[in-house]
């Protein structure tokens, strides 16, 4: 199984700053990578396929890249509304793995 | 809109079993894959199953392999899954979710709100 390894586990920033974040895959998964946000009592909303597609609706302060084995969510001024949890997965092979999580928090 | 609610949670005991079923709406249901991802509350997501749009290729992680199976009806728009041998362990909400393609190797880009399974003695 690909074993995903996010870091930090928990980022602190204040609005406005820039947010990375950083998702290290256990063998090469290509671009085969989704980023995901979730708030507290909520479910997950997907931001980013494909490594770098932001999907429907994302605004464009979110911003993934990287390929092969390491990868990154930038986030580029931080809003209120972003202080959550964020996690990648890997869609390139099964089973489908999500990494442990970075909280960013104020 | 595209909707997908979960039902079927509850409390039971080790070794039972039980049915979670997952209704979706706002979208052409036989035209997506679907997956179970589940929670334990404070914790990590964890990817359960996912099965293709028409049925035929279905997959499990090596947690739940043996002991759960997905499934689906198109007809009613249904996505189902059933849990037996249930273990202490598998204490978690579980969440349904839409690929966003026909296969299963897709991210997930709708998501309903959960249900939670208790098991304990």
């Known amino acids: 199984e690909v074993l995903m390894t996010q870091s930090p586990a928990t980022l602190s920033v204040s609005p406005g700053e820039r947010a990375t974040l950083s998702c290290r895959a256990s063998e090469s998964i290509n671009t085969i990578l989704a980023w995901y946000q979730q708030k507290p009592g909520q479910a997950p909303r997907l931001l980013i396929h494909?490594?770098?597609t932001r999907a429907t609706g994302i605004p464009a302060r979110f911003s993934g890249s990287g390929s092969g084995t390491e990868f990154t969510l930038t986030i580029s001024s931080l809003q209120s509304e972003d202080f959550a949890v964020y996690y990648c997965?890997?869609?390139?092979?099964?089973?489908?793995?999500f990494g442990g999580g970075t909280k960013v928090e104020i | 809109q595209v909707q997908v609610e979960e039902s079927g949670g509850g409390v039971v005991q080790p070794g039972g079993s039980l049915r979670l079923s997952c209704a979706a709406s706002?979208?052409?249901?036989?035209?997506?894959?679907l997956h179970w991802v589940r929670q334990v509350p404070g914790e990590g997501l964890d990817w359960v199953a996912v099965?293709?749009?028409?049925?035929?290729?279905?997959y499990y992680a090596a947690s739940v392999k043996g002991r759960f199976t997905i499934s689906r009806d198109n007809a009613r728009q249904t996505l189902y899954l059933q849990m037996n041998s249930l273990r202490v362990e598998d204490t978690a909400i579980y969440y349904c979710?839409?690929?966003?393609?026909?296969?299963?190797?897709?991210?997930?880009?709708?998501w309903g709100q959960g249900t939670l399974v208790t098991v304990s003695s």
């Open positions: 494909g490594a770098s």
């Open positions: 979710a839409r690929g966003t393609g026909r296969t299963g190797y897709e991210p997930s880009d709708y």
């Open positions: 997965q890997q869609y390139n092979n099964w089973p489908l793995t």
């Open positions: 706002g979208f052409t249901f036989s035209a997506y894959g």
């Open positions: 099965i293709s749009s028409d049925g035929t290729n279905k």
